[in-house]
């Protein structure tokens, strides 16, 4: 089946410093990926929705300056959160849809970045 | 109000126990609902996936719709300690796939 592949699995780093998170979809073309954000024991929030060849569109709320995405291919999208502090550590979940897929099975879901920022 | 409303729980059941997971919604737009399984510190699983009101089994794991009073259900029989894991409902319209979250139940099945 479809497999989504993120990296690295976790992250620690200083504050100020940026981190860039990659998402592939490993057997299938995805002309869309999404970002998520889950804090613990809450669910996962949307960010962003990652458009292959265009801008990404942000949810209400999310910085797309601080949050920088780039859907360079059909197979990775890339977020960069651009000087960290300590408020975005959390978890960060990419997600792709594979548009050849008959049974219209909506996401399949990385593994998921932890990011700490000290 | 959130449009996925999901009680967090925790959920404690021994070993074997029947398992009712509850989700309620308020969007009448949607169209598709999901029960996605979480471990701990890894990407949602996909468990069980429905197009609008009914039922749906596979193996030990029943889905529910019911779209008159926007509930959606999950059933889980002979519950196992593999089981243990923080369970989120999910609906979309159908339109952008734009997945809506509850906020998840977590559940603890016990020796």
């Known amino acids: 089946g479809a497999v989504v592949s993120q990296h690295p699995s976790w992250v620690i780093c200083k504050s100020g410093t940026s981190v860039k998170i990659e998402c592939r979809s490993l057997?299938?073309?995805?002309?869309?990926m999404f970002w998520y954000r889950q804090f613990p024991k809450q669910s996962l929030m949307l960010m962003a929705t990652?458009?292959?060849?265009?801008?990404?569109?942000?949810e209400q709320g999310v910085e797309k300056d601080k949050f920088l995405i780039n859907h360079a291919s059909l197979t990775l999208s890339t977020l960069t959160v651009t000087s960290a502090h300590p408020e975005d550590s959390s978890f960060y979940i990419c997600?792709?849809?594979?548009?050849?897929?008959?049974?219209?099975?909506?996401?399949?879901f990385g593994d998921g970045t932890r990011l700490s920022i000290l | 109000q959130k449009e996925v409303e999901q009680d967090p729980g925790p959920l404690s059941v021994p070993e074997g126990a029947i398992v009712s997971l509850n989700c309620t919604y308020s969007?009448?737009?949607?169209?598709?609902f999901m029960w996605y399984r979480q471990y701990s510190r890894k990407g949602p699983e996909l468990l069980m996936y429905?197009?609008?009101?009914g039922n749906k089994e596979d193996g030990r794991f029943t889905a529910q719709v019911d779209k008159s009073s926007k509930y959606i259900s999950l059933f889980i029989r002979d519950s196992q300690p593999s089981d243990s894991a923080t369970y989120l409902c999910?609906?979309?319209?159908?339109?952008?796939?734009?997945?809506?979250f509850g906020t998840g139940t977590q559940l603890k099945v016990e020796l």
């Open positions: 997600s792709a849809r594979d548009p050849l897929d008959r049974s219209n099975q909506p996401q399949h």
């Open positions: 057997d299938f073309q995805a002309t869309t």
């Open positions: 990652s458009n292959e060849g265009s801008k990404a569109t942000y």
């Open positions: 969007n009448s737009a949607f169209q598709y």
């Open positions: 429905t197009y609008s009101s």
């Open positions: 999910a609906s979309f319209t159908g339109g952008g796939n734009k997945l809506t």
